[in-house]
């Protein structure tokens, strides 16, 4: 049998429990324990420093780029280096300029809502300020590098880069995800080529302002296009017969060439996206009225902008802003018709639009409904007014209706029909009376 230890005895001959450690134990155990206590911190503080580095070296989720700053040019719809020339009854909706050049030309028939700024101070730092703006938007590090034709695709926020030629062929979709700062940048090493008919859609609350193209020589956008975004080209611009642009035609070098388009300069909206509309109703004189849940998006009076503004109950997620109707000068005024011109920017909604005409404002007779799909270019629609009087003035009016029946109003226009008869003096014998 194994001899049984003798239980430990301590200093004062009192025997110790098992359980209790003896006095160099202890001050072992409580040296052990100090020293793990002075280890743990400097472990924290190790992996806290690590952490931060990690979290430093992760880029956050979601973060967007900042926009492109235009400067002076932001108010400028076309801006040129040597002309802009203009065919057709082409509408610029913001400032046109040029600089160092001097000659604009093809206005009329072309029509400019906004100043013409030729080789002026104005025009000069607006150069300045597109040079900036160019060198940025070509400095930008790439997201992602484009070898083939944009057509088909739907891209999110980011940088996108061509070492030589970009091409649209079709439609490009480009989606914000629900962010309506998000910032959309394209790099073109040479020219960019904008197909007849293709078109840019925005979706999940993209705005055209924050769509930049930066392009090393010359843009060229097709017949009946319908483009979007800023267009900053190093050379010259071309947008051919019936092609629209929401955006701006910004040329450093070059000419601006226009055919009977219609470019409407892009502005950010600050709106939020949903909500409830406060007190709806028509507008006031000189201001669009704000809608409210159901109500029409109200027609401005004498020197107001046309409808469009403000949200509301019907803006779906992600949509930053209402569709806009903006009505446009009648042309073919005859005896018994007149055609009515409007553009619609639908921003995101399907929609239906008609004009809707009369001797007076109360209107009484509309055209055909037509149908626009969502989308946040600048579309050219027509109407014809028919069963009209000889010369007689007429009202009229663009209407856009949203899904939910709401409707948004342009401006109130008129025109008067031909045909007026000139007062003849009776003969005498003498010649005319009086």
């Known amino acids: 049998m194994r001899p049984q230890s003798p239980a430990p005895v301590s200093r004062g001959g009192v025997p110790s429990s098992p359980s209790t450690p003896s006095r160099g134990a202890s001050s072992r155990s409580r040296r052990s324990a100090t020293t793990r206590g002075r280890k743990g911190p400097a472990r924290l503080a190790a992996l806290g420093v690590s952490t931060i580095l990690a979290v430093a070296l992760v880029p956050v989720a979601g973060a967007q ?11 400028f719809g076309v801006l040129g280096g040597s002309t802009v020339t203009n065919t057709g009854p082409s509408i610029i909706t913001g400032d046109l300029g040029v600089a160092p ?6 206005f009329p028939p072309g029509t400019v809502n906004g100043v013409v700024h030729a080789n002026d101070a104005v ?37 996108y880069t061509a070492s030589t030629t970009m091409g649209l062929t079709g439609d ?3 989606d914000a995800k629900g962010d309506p700062t998000a910032v959309f940048v394209f790099q073109a090493g040479s020219a960019l080529n904008v197909s007849s008919g293709s078109r840019v859609r925005l979706t999940g609350g993209a705005q055209a ?8 020589s010359s843009a060229t956008i097709g017949t009946g296009a319908a483009f979007t975004g800023n267009v900053l080209a190093l050379t010259s611009i071309s947008l051919t017969t019936g092609a629209t642009l929401q955006g701006r035609a910004l040329a450093r070098n070059g000419a601006v060439t226009l055919d009977t388009n219609t470019l409407t300069r892009a502005t950010c909206s600050t709106t939020t996206p949903g909500g409830s509309g406060g007190g709806g109703g028509a507008g006031s004189d000189g201001g ?14 004498p020197g107001g902008s046309d409808g469009g503004s403000g949200g509301g109950t019907d803006t779906p997620a992600g949509v930053a ?13 005859r005896r018994r018709t007149g055609r009515l011109r409007g553009t619609i920017v639908p921003n995101g909604y399907d929609v239906g639009w008609r004009f809707e005409y009369g001797p007076t404002r109360r209107y009484g007779r509309r055209t055909p409904l037509g149908r626009l799909p969502a989308d946040g270019a600048p579309r050219p629609v027509r109407g014809s007014a028919r069963g009209l009087k000889p010369c007689t003035t007429y009202h009229y009016r663009l209407v856009v209706i949203l899904p939910s029946g709401r409707r948004i109003l342009g401006r109130d226009r008129t025109f008067r029909t031909t045909g007026c008869r000139i007062a003849r003096l009776p003969r005498t014998p003498g010649g005319l009376a009086g």
């Open 209 to 216: 302002c924050n769509v930049f193209w930066q392009v090393g």
């Open 172 to 174: 490009l979709t480009l």
């Open 123 to 159: 025009a000069q730092q607006a150069k300045s300020d597109l040079v900036t703006a160019y060198d940025d938007a070509a400095g930008r590090s790439t997201t992602s590098t484009i070898t083939s034709d944009l057509a088909g695709r739907t891209l999110v926020a980011g940088v």
């Open 321 to 333: 802003v209402l569709p806009k109707a903006t009505t446009v000068p009648a042309d073919r005024k």
């Open 101 to 106: 050049g001097t000659a604009v030309t093809g």
């Open 288 to 301: 669009s009225g704000t809608p409210g849940s159901g109500g029409d998006v109200g027609a401005p009076g």
């Open 65 to 75: 780029a900042a926009t492109v700053g235009l400067g002076t040019a932001d108010g």
